[in-house]
């Protein structure tokens, strides 16, 4: 099956289709904006202006079909309606389609396409009017007049109408009678090699529609994706309406996936009381029991003891969020397999498995049309005869009952309790379109409406109020009335994919009625499905679901797992991501199990892990093996916290749970939620760095001072030991603006700077955790372990050990470790160890911490590493620091490696882990020589725009109180501009500086030698070292600068664009009012003259020399500058108008809001649109 062919085919129909529907409606004077009134009016005559010279008129019915149209419109939208009449068209082309292949048409004529292999027009055209149609006299006589004047399409039209209508009579729920306003807005043709039909029938192999129903549940999803992508897109905008619920929840289920749940719950079921039946060997994906104790196969055999009496006839199968029908299509498969192997005849089979085992339910009415066709079209696969037989299937899509008045129930009912009753119905389905199938019904006489409403369906009625509340009765009430039998029911057998939606998309209709009926399980509709699905399955009756693996393993989710576990689980296969071959990725990560309604003793039950196979495929293939097989009693889940589902736990490892929790001997704390982090927090180096409070024991301490920010603990990358110390939160007056601000969340503030160990909550690969000093407030996103000092150090280095990831994982098998999950972690606190974890942990953060200052991002960062070696060469120092970052790196490992060791034997885990520790998972950086060399060359920028200083370590300047005497040995840039040029225009050029600055630290007689060094580490074109170094500072420093700085760059580089006529870098917090000006004149307008003299000079060698290469260069060059010089005079114009400005910056309102302020500007010409040119190159 050509899946890419049929996505494509889907989304550009449901384009198409929706297109030409609005410009049928727009013909009849409708539109979004509107609906007109006819220009002209007579008696079965009305005339539309449709802004052509030809107005569009229409007679008689089409007036009827235009006012049913107008009518559906004030109840639904326009834009609702008009995305139901091209789903409906589409069910019908793409039905007909199938059909027409399998050759179940009626009439043996291809509708669509043509049994001639390279004929475009479809046998219906060419055999009109000799097809049994049931055309009229008329009819026959417009086809011969549409054939002689050659109005094919037309003639099409007509035909294909006349065919849908003709297919009502043996499939009435697909193909509705079409004389409403859906055949007025049908627009469709066989010539247009555009069209939808010509799509279809040129773009999807034939063979794909050939015996394979399944095609129908691909076409469905795929022809939701674009709406399903902008639902999801606008999702923090608006919630999900109830016409976008079914696009945006349904995912089609893989084959192999429905075929396990089928065979692993229908099948079972059938196999329970009858072992001895052969349908096994068909049954690719059952999994055999696992062997069971005596005592429990004692008790299986009672259970399926009953069993036994089970007749085909009696087993009733439902499947609540049914989709297009793909699950109950294979239900339908099974069951004729069991019906055969006990005699049944493949004829009576099929009626008897429509009529009394298969039941379906569906939020969405273009899915309950499919399924319908789906088990029609399997059925027909085995009975010739079955269409058009009144099967009364028991499926349907659920109806709101808006719009049913209490006289309409006054009419049916004939007496106070079924009036009761009815009216608890229209209540209760009022809003049905947003909740579905876990409506929770009480239990009512449905027999007697039953028989109200039958006596009004086949009484005769004379008056035409009857007759019009007969009809409602009809197409109103007894839906109603159908979903809430098959609702009220339990069945033997419930098998589904339910909806995937978190609280986060739900419209108030349907979070309300969670919170007030499904309280356990209101986070997320796959979970209500499990706890609805629970209750729908009778006593030793069999549930199988797919669903997100969450339920197995989330706090949020325990009582839902509280309630499965007093089941009997049989199966579960743990999936994991890229389980749907159209979803990559982590987001969808499922779980399907099947489990039967009751509960025994020491039952084993089977788990199958293919979370680590990476496609759909080898997730099969795995399946089918067995693979990663685990036996497991589910009572042992209870004896962990949660009851997590954590199969692949051993004993040994669960016995550790009876231990103290790491919550009864520390605090385990959330942190605070700002509510608007953009105006409270900033990166410190972003900040005026003297209004910073390092170091504070109490917020007290902030009273009546200049300090303003404070250190902020907000989780951070994958790190371990100590770093992550980044952000800086406003808490001025003892955090008085925050505190006052209304959407803000302070939790723990008792906790506040005090020491303590902080983790990530989403972690990249294992849990890391961190040593905080006292000094920092902490995030909800860097929560906090509190305790005495004394068990400080033992603990975190319990926490970074294999054995608290390996206990984590069964307490949460995602990467997110909430506060819960780190509060049960089981602690031994062992007093033989603890002086060597103290003394190796304390080593490890010494080392960590000495590691994140050596970087520019700590604020204790001191001077580069390559300066602390004392020698004259670079490539010295460097080896020098590569040999030190690798000892460090390998101590570090060794140390972890060793305390992993002392942990595996504290809790006994010898046999479940090993003490190795891979590289990637220790923290620390070992020298790079790219990375380190282009760090040097920061430093040294820092130095020229005066952040560093050679004569002093440290911090020197980042606001506050400019010192000039902490400068000597190379002195900063006096007015903080240093020009980046491609030729060295001022002395104060930056690789003029830079060249300086490595003379200063290493050296004149080594300069060439260490310029050279550097040269070579940069990779970057040139013809000499300083060359190199110049293209580096042109095109890549800046954008090192930006990373390094998390898109928060501290120096700001002025860019005149793509040409290089100008750049120049300047420290913001060194920024003044007058510097645009500044750069402007004393810069910008000093390259420009230097721009014409060099333009002037190559204009002189291009006049008067007589080498054809000299001429040719100096052309090259004199392009290159003309262009520069063109780039220049229009940055010009911008930086003018700023300059005039004097803009000011606050440094306390952060890069962002400070950079803005130079981006934008616009700047006019003559005659022209304005343009806006950025002073600062973007980042």
Same mark, same amino acid.
């Given at each position: 099956?050509?899946?890419?062919?049929?996505?494509?085919?889907?989304?550009?129909?449901?384009?198409?289709?929706?297109?030409?529907?609005?410009?049928?409606?727009?013909?009849?004077?409708?539109?979004?904006?509107?609906?007109?009134?006819?220009?002209?009016?007579?008696?079965?005559?009305?005339?539309?202006?449709?802004?052509?010279?030809?107005?569009?008129?229409?007679?008689?019915?089409?007036?009827?079909?235009?006012?049913?149209?107008?009518?559906?419109?004030?109840?639904?939208?326009?834009?609702?309606?008009?995305?139901?009449?091209?789903?409906?068209?589409?069910?019908?082309?793409? =039905?007909?389609?199938?059909?027409?292949?399998?050759?179940?048409?009626?009439?043996?004529?291809?509708?669509?396409?043509?049994?001639?292999?390279?004929?475009?027009?479809?046998?219906?055209?060419?055999?009109?009017?000799?097809?049994? *149609?049931?055309?009229?006299?008329?009819?026959?006589?417009?086809?011969?007049?549409?054939?002689?004047?050659?109005?094919?399409?037309?003639?099409?039209?007509?035909?294909?109408?006349?065919?849908?209508?003709?297919?009502?009579?043996?499939?009435?729920?697909?193909?509705?009678?079409?004389?409403?306003?859906?055949?007025?807005?049908?627009?469709?043709?066989?010539?247009?090699?555009?069209?939808?039909?010509?799509?279809?029938?040129?773009?999807?192999?034939?063979?794909?529609?050939?015996?394979?129903?399944?095609?129908?549940?691909?076409?469905?999803?795929?022809?939701?994706?674009? *709406?399903?992508?902008?639902?999801?897109?606008?999702?923090?905008?608006?919630?999900?309406?109830?016409?976008?619920?079914?696009?945006?929840?349904?995912?089609?289920?893989?084959?192999?996936?429905?075929?396990?749940?089928?065979?692993?719950?229908?099948?079972?079921?059938?196999?329970?009381?009858?072992?001895?039946?052969?349908?096994?060997?068909?049954?690719?994906?059952?999994?055999?029991?696992?062997?069971?104790?005596?005592?429990?196969?004692?008790?299986?055999?009672?259970?399926?003891?009953?069993?036994?009496?089970?007749?085909?006839?009696?087993?009733?199968?439902?499947?609540?969020?049914?989709?297009?029908?793909?699950?109950?299509?294979?239900?339908?498969?099974? *069951?004729?397999?069991?019906?055969?192997?006990?005699?049944? $005849?493949?004829?009576?089979?099929?009626?008897?498995?429509?009529?009394?085992?298969?039941?379906?339910?569906?939020?969405?009415?273009?899915?309950?049309?499919?399924?319908?066709?789906?088990?029609?079209?399997?059925?027909?696969?085995?009975?010739?005869?079955?269409?058009?037989?009144?099967?009364?299937?028991?499926?349907?899509?659920?109806?709101?009952?808006?719009?049913?008045?209490?006289?309409?129930?006054?009419?049916?009912?004939?007496?106070?309790?079924?009036? #009761?009753?009815?009216?608890?119905?229209?209540?209760?389905?009022?809003?049905?379109?947003?909740?579905?199938?876990?409506?929770?019904?009480?239990?009512?006489?449905?027999?007697?409406?039953?028989?109200?409403?039958?006596?009004?369906?086949?009484?005769?009625?004379?008056?035409?109020?009857?007759?019009?509340?007969?009809?409602?009765?009809?197409?109103?009430?007894?839906?109603?009335?159908?979903?809430?039998?098959?609702?009220?029911?339990?069945?033997?057998?419930?098998?589904?994919?339910?909806?995937?939606? +978190?609280?986060?998309?739900?419209?108030?209709?349907?979070?309300?009625?969670?919170?007030?009926?499904?309280?356990?399980?209101?986070? /997320?509709?796959?979970?209500?499905?499990?706890?609805?699905?629970?209750?729908?399955?009778?006593?030793? +009756?069999?549930?199988?679901?797919?669903?997100?693996?969450?339920?197995?393993?989330?706090?949020?989710?325990?009582?839902?797992?509280?309630?499965?576990?007093?089941?009997?689980?049989?199966?579960?296969?743990?999936?994991?991501?890229?389980?749907?071959?159209?979803?990559?990725?982590?987001?969808?990560?499922?779980?399907?199990?099947?489990?039967?309604?009751?509960?025994?003793?020491?039952?084993?039950?089977?788990?199958?892990?293919?979370?680590?196979?990476?496609?759909?495929?080898?997730?099969?293939?795995?399946?089918?093996?067995?693979? #990663?097989?685990?036996?497991?009693?589910?009572?042992?889940?209870?004896?962990?916290?949660?009851?997590?589902?954590?199969?692949?736990?051993?004993?040994?490892?669960?016995?550790?749970?009876?231990?103290?929790?790491?919550?009864?001997?520390?605090?385990?704390?959330?942190?605070?939620?700002?509510?608007?982090?953009?105006?409270?927090?900033?990166?410190?180096?972003?900040?005026?760095?003297?209004?910073?409070?390092?170091?504070?024991?109490?917020?007290?301490?902030?009273?009546?001072? #200049?300090?303003?920010?404070?250190?902020?603990?907000?989780?951070?990358?994958?790190?371990?030991?100590?770093?992550?110390?980044?952000?800086?939160?406003?808490?001025?007056?003892?955090?008085?603006?925050?505190?006052?601000?209304?959407?803000?969340?302070?939790?723990?503030?008792?906790?506040?700077?005090?020491?303590?160990?902080?983790?990530?909550?989403?972690?990249?690969?294992?849990?890391?955790?961190?040593?905080?000093?006292?000094?920092?407030?902490?995030?909800?996103?860097?929560?906090?372990?509190?305790?005495?000092?004394?068990?400080?150090?033992?603990?975190?280095?319990?926490?970074?050990?294999?054995?608290?990831?390996?206990?984590?994982?069964?307490?949460?098998?995602?990467?997110?470790?909430?506060?819960?999950?780190?509060?049960?972690?089981?602690?031994?606190?062992?007093?033989?160890?603890?002086?060597?974890?103290?003394?190796?942990?304390?080593?490890?953060?010494?080392?960590?911490?000495?590691?994140?200052?050596?970087?520019?991002?700590?604020?204790?960062?001191?001077?580069?590493?390559?300066?602390?070696?004392?020698?004259?060469?670079?490539?010295?120092?460097?080896?020098?620091?590569?040999?030190?970052?690798?000892?460090?790196?390998?101590?570090?490992?060794?140390?972890?490696?060793?305390?992993?060791?002392?942990?595996?034997?504290?809790?006994?885990?010898?046999?479940?882990?090993?003490?190795?520790?891979?590289?990637?998972?220790?923290?620390?950086?070992? =020298?790079?020589?790219?990375?380190?060399?282009?760090?040097?060359?920061?430093?040294?920028?820092?130095?020229?725009?005066?952040?560093?200083?050679?004569?002093?370590?440290?911090?020197?300047?980042?606001?506050?109180?400019?010192?000039?005497?902490?400068?000597?040995?190379?002195?900063? /840039?006096?007015?903080?501009?240093?020009?980046?040029?491609?030729?060295?225009?001022?002395?104060?050029?930056?690789?003029?500086?830079?060249?300086?600055?490595?003379?200063?630290?290493?050296?004149?007689?080594?300069?060439?030698?260490?310029?050279?060094?550097?040269?070579?580490?940069?990779?970057?074109?040139?013809?000499?070292?300083?060359?190199?170094?110049?293209?580096?500072?042109?095109?890549?420093?800046?954008?090192?600068?930006?990373?390094?700085?998390?898109?928060?760059?501290?120096?700001?580089?002025? /860019?005149?664009?793509?040409?290089?006529?100008?750049?120049?870098?300047?420290?913001?917090?060194?920024?003044?009012?007058?510097?645009?000006?500044?750069?402007?004149?004393?810069?910008?307008?000093?390259?420009?003259?230097?721009?014409?003299? =060099?333009?002037?000079?190559?204009?002189?060698?291009?006049?008067?020399?007589?080498?054809?290469?000299?001429? $040719?260069?100096?052309?090259?060059?004199?392009?290159?500058?003309?262009?520069? *010089?063109?780039?220049?005079?229009?940055?010009?114009?911008?930086?003018?108008?700023?300059?005039?400005?004097?803009?000011?910056?606050?440094?306390?309102? +952060?890069?962002?809001?400070?950079?803005?302020?130079?981006?934008?500007?616009?700047?006019?010409?003559?005659?022209?649109?304005?343009?806006?040119?950025?002073?600062?190159?973007?980042?």
């Amino acid at each position: 099956m050509d899946k890419k062919a049929i996505k494509t085919f889907a989304i550009e129909s449901r384009k198409k289709l929706i297109e030409e529907v609005k410009y049928q409606a727009s013909l009849l004077g409708i539109t979004a904006k509107g609906i007109a009134e006819p220009v002209e009016k007579a008696e079965g005559m009305e005339v539309y202006d449709i802004g052509a010279s030809n107005p569009n008129t229409i007679y008689d019915e089409a007036i009827k079909q235009r006012k049913n149209l107008v009518k559906r419109i004030n109840e639904k939208g326009f834009d609702n309606v008009v995305e139901e009449v091209a789903y409906t068209w589409f069910n019908r082309i793409i =039905a007909i389609r199938f059909m027409e292949v399998n050759d179940y048409l009626p009439t043996r004529v291809r509708v669509l396409s043509s049994e001639t292999e390279g004929k475009i027009e479809p046998d219906i055209v060419t055999e009109s009017p000799h097809i049994d *149609l049931n055309f009229t006299p008329e009819e026959i006589e417009q086809i011969y007049q549409l054939k002689n004047d050659n109005k094919l399409d037309e003639l099409f039209r007509l035909l294909f109408i006349k065919q849908c209508n003709k297919l009502n009579e043996i499939l009435p729920e697909l193909f509705e009678k079409t004389a409403d306003y859906t055949e007025l807005l049908l627009s469709i043709s066989f010539t247009n090699e555009e069209g939808v039909v010509r799509h279809l029938i040129d773009n999807i192999y034939e063979k794909d529609f050939t015996d394979q129903v399944e095609i129908i549940g691909w076409l469905y999803q795929y022809y939701n994706t674009e *709406l399903k992508e902008d639902t999801f897109k606008n999702l923090k905008k608006v919630k999900i309406s109830k016409e976008r619920i079914p696009a945006a929840t349904q995912l089609f289920t893989p084959d192999w996936i429905v075929r396990y749940m089928v065979e692993n719950s229908l099948g079972r079921l059938w196999l329970d009381g009858h072992s001895d039946s052969d349908l096994k060997e068909n049954w690719k994906y059952y999994l055999d029991e696992t062997e069971q104790e005596p005592d429990v196969q004692i008790e299986l055999a009672e259970i399926r003891e009953k069993s036994k009496k089970l007749k085909p006839e009696d087993i009733k199968v439902i499947d609540p969020a049914m989709g297009s029908g793909h699950i109950l299509v294979y239900a339908f498969e099974v *069951l004729m397999q069991i019906y055969t192997s006990v005699g049944y $005849s493949e004829l009576d089979a099929s009626v008897s498995i429509l009529k009394n085992n298969i039941y379906g339910l569906d939020i969405d009415d273009r899915a309950y049309q499919l399924a319908y066709f789906a088990l029609m079209m399997k059925a027909r696969s085995y009975n010739k005869r079955l269409l058009g037989k009144k099967l009364g299937l028991q499926m349907c899509s659920i109806q709101e009952s808006k719009g049913i008045s209490k006289d309409l129930i006054n009419f049916v009912a004939d007496n106070n309790a079924n009036k #009761n009753d009815l009216q608890y119905l229209v209540e209760i389905f009022n809003d049905a379109k947003e909740l579905g199938s876990i409506v929770n019904l009480k239990s009512i006489d449905f027999s007697s409406i039953s028989d109200d409403i039958t006596k009004i369906k086949n009484k005769k009625y004379n008056d035409f109020k009857s007759i019009k509340y007969q009809k409602d009765v009809v197409n109103t009430l007894y839906p109603i009335l159908k979903q809430a039998i098959i609702l009220s029911r339990r069945y033997d057998i419930v098998i589904t994919n339910p909806p995937y939606m +978190g609280n986060r998309g739900m419209n108030k209709t349907l979070s309300n009625y969670l919170k007030n009926n499904f309280s356990d399980s209101k986070n /997320d509709i796959f979970a209500v499905f499990i706890e609805k699905c629970l209750e729908m399955v009778l006593e030793d +009756g069999y549930l199988a679901m797919i669903t997100q693996q969450a339920f197995m393993f989330l706090s949020s989710y325990e009582k839902i797992r509280e309630k499965l576990l007093k089941n009997r689980i049989v199966n579960i296969i743990h999936l994991g991501p890229r389980a749907f071959e159209e979803i990559g990725g982590e987001v969808v990560q499922p779980a399907a199990f099947s489990l039967q309604k009751n509960f025994i003793h020491n039952y084993k039950s089977k788990y199958l892990s293919l979370v680590d196979y990476k496609s759909q495929k080898t997730k099969e293939t795995a399946f089918l093996n067995e693979s #990663n097989k685990h036996v497991v009693n589910q009572e042992r889940f209870s004896q962990i916290p949660g009851k997590p589902i954590a199969y692949w736990a051993s004993n040994s490892v669960i016995d550790i749970f009876k231990n103290k929790s790491l919550g009864q001997i520390a605090s385990v704390r959330k942190g605070m939620d700002t509510g608007k982090n953009d105006r409270f927090l900033r990166f410190w180096f972003e900040i005026d760095i003297s209004k910073m409070g390092i170091n504070i024991l109490n917020g007290e301490e902030l009273l009546g001072s #200049n300090l303003k920010w404070i250190p902020y603990n907000k989780g951070g990358k994958y790190k371990k030991w100590y770093g992550n110390q980044e952000y800086v939160v406003n808490w001025e007056n003892n955090g008085y603006e925050l505190k006052n601000f209304g959407k803000s969340t302070l939790r723990n503030q008792q906790f506040y700077f005090k020491k303590g160990l902080t983790w990530t909550w989403l972690s990249s690969s294992s849990f890391n955790l961190r040593f905080f000093p006292e000094g920092f407030i902490f995030d909800s996103n860097g929560s906090m372990i509190f305790c005495d000092e004394d068990i400080l150090f033992y603990i975190e280095a319990f926490c970074l050990s294999k054995v608290a990831f390996h206990i984590l994982k069964i307490l949460s098998s995602t990467l997110a470790f909430n506060i819960s999950d780190v509060k049960n972690l089981p602690i031994v606190v062992s007093s033989d160890y603890k002086d060597q974890i103290d003394f190796l942990t304390k080593q490890n953060n010494a080392i960590a911490k000495n590691e994140w200052n050596n970087y520019e991002l700590s604020w204790n960062f001191k001077i580069h590493p390559l300066l602390n070696h004392n020698t004259s060469k670079i490539g010295h120092a460097f080896e020098n620091w590569v040999k030190f970052t690798h000892d460090q790196f390998y101590q570090l490992k060794s140390n972890e490696e060793n305390l992993n060791s002392i942990f595996i034997e504290i809790y006994g885990l010898k046999n479940d882990l090993t003490s190795e520790v891979k590289e990637n998972d220790v923290t620390i950086r070992k =020298a790079d020589l790219s990375r380190d060399i282009k760090s040097f060359i920061s430093y040294a920028v820092g130095c020229m725009l005066g952040r560093y200083s050679l004569y002093e370590e440290g911090l020197i300047y980042a606001g506050g109180q400019w010192d000039p005497f902490r400068y000597s040995k190379f002195l900063p /840039d006096d007015d903080n501009v240093i020009p980046i040029l491609d030729t060295e225009y001022f002395e104060d050029d930056i690789v003029g500086r830079f060249v300086e600055f490595v003379k200063v630290t290493f050296g004149e007689e080594t300069l060439e030698e260490n310029l050279d060094f550097i040269a070579q580490a940069l990779k970057k074109k040139g013809n000499t070292s300083r060359e190199v170094i110049r293209n580096y500072f042109l095109t890549d420093f800046y954008k090192d600068h930006v990373k390094t700085y998390k898109k928060h760059p501290i120096y700001w580089l002025f /860019d005149s664009g793509r040409n290089n006529g100008f750049k120049a870098i300047i420290y913001m917090h060194r920024y003044e009012g007058d510097l645009v000006a500044r750069v402007r004149t004393d810069y910008l307008h000093k390259t420009q003259k230097a721009l014409e003299t =060099a333009i002037a000079h190559n204009d002189r060698i291009i006049e008067t020399s007589t080498s054809a290469t000299e001429k $040719s260069k100096a052309v090259k060059a004199k392009n290159k500058l003309v262009k520069q *010089l063109d780039e220049t005079k229009k940055y010009d114009e911008a930086l003018a108008h700023v300059a005039n400005q004097k803009i000011e910056i606050d440094l306390d309102d +952060g890069v962002k809001v400070n950079y803005a302020k130079f981006q934008g500007v616009e700047v006019s010409s003559e005659g022209q649109k304005a343009k806006k040119i950025d002073l600062l190159k973007k980042i």
